[in-house]
């Protein structure tokens, strides 16, 4: 049965870093083939998609929502299977629950909305990141 497991979220001061990883296991056809994506869920927020990930055409193709570009970013690791998010320059308003997906349908991450990003099938349980001032 496949499982995602997030980890390495935490409080961490505006201006810092967190790296958020997410084990999957049993999921076929493997990440490498998959459709990879963090989403978060803020306090009174919808849940939104963070950033997203898979290969097209031997090319990997990373998104970012407009919020987290330049500050995050996405890694899916094929070997370990994992999928790591970075975050740089932390503020206020990325405090939220963080969760990893995975899919086989990889036009899901492909979209510069991430519109699709909640349709994903597969999904871990959170972790929780706090930024405070």
């Known amino acids: 049965q496949a499982r995602l497991q997030e980890s390495g979220g935490g409080s961490v001061q505006a201006g810092g870093s967190l790296r958020l990883s997410c084990g999957l296991s049993g999921f076929n056809p493997g990440i490498a083939s998959a459709c990879l994506a963090w989403d978060r869920q803020a306090p009174g927020k919808e849940r939104e998609g963070v950033a997203a990930?898979?290969?097209?055409?031997?090319?990997?193709?990373?998104l970012y929502a407009d919020p987290v570009k330049g500050r995050f970013t996405i890694s899916p690791d094929n070997d370990e299977n994992t999928l790591d998010l970075q975050m740089t320059r932390l503020k206020r308003g990325d405090t939220a629950m963080y969760y990893c997906a995975a899919d086989v349908a990889q036009r899901k991450c492909l979209s510069a909305t991430m519109k699709d990003v909640g349709d994903l099938t597969l999904w871990g349980r959170g972790t929780l990141v706090a930024v405070s001032s």
């Open positions: 990930s898979a290969t097209v055409v031997g090319r990997a193709v990373k």
